[in-house]
């Protein structure tokens, strides 16, 4: 097992608070290379009061905001990022192949593919139960 983190060490990583944290725990990485992690899903998100209050299903905006989380932790943790930022720069691809709901465990995992100076690319995956919810390509700019 390589990077393994939980939600207070993630957060001496990323800027992210409440109601914006959406990683709960790193459980596999390199940094520099790829990292994988878990969000559990919980009614009590903010997000479900509108989204939608009589079905609840998880906004692919925030799927793909957890899957940029992770990658951002990947490419965060190198110690030469320290204290720096990971900014969407962009995103392809996205597909979106299931719904999220409240007691779905996110698995997230996200492969840090090309990187030219301070911008990279990641290929990343949103899984629940090993059933595909989301894939994408995300552009990230460090700062």
């Known amino acids: 097992m390589g990077l393994q983190l939980n939600s207070n060490e ?9 109601p914006f944290a959406l990683v709960d725990r790193i459980t596999d990485g390199e940094s520099g290379a790829w990292a994988k992690g878990i969000k559990c899903v919980s009614v ?17 905006v925030l799927i ?9 932790v990947a ?3 190198l110690p030469e990022n ?6 969407f720069g962009g995103v392809k691809n996205a597909r ?8 779905d465990v996110l698995e997230l995992e ?14 990343c995956t949103a899984t629940v ?8 390509e995300l552009i990230f700019a460090i700062q």
Request: glycine share 14%; proline share 8%; charged share 20%.
């Open 10 to 18: 993630i957060a001496e990583i990323l800027p992210h608070r409440y």
């Open 44 to 60: 009590g998100e903010p997000f479900f009061c509108g989204h939608f209050p009589q079905k609840h299903v998880m906004p692919g």
């Open 64 to 72: 793909l905001e957890a899957l940029a989380q992770v990658g951002a």
């Open 75 to 77: 490419i965060l943790s």
């Open 82 to 87: 320290r204290g720096k930022i990971a900014l």
């Open 96 to 103: 979106f192949k299931r719904q999220v709901i409240p007691g």
């Open 110 to 123: 996200c492969t840090l593919t090309k990187r030219r100076g301070p911008v990279g690319i990641g290929a």
């Open 129 to 136: 139960n090993g059933e595909t919810a989301c894939t994408a």
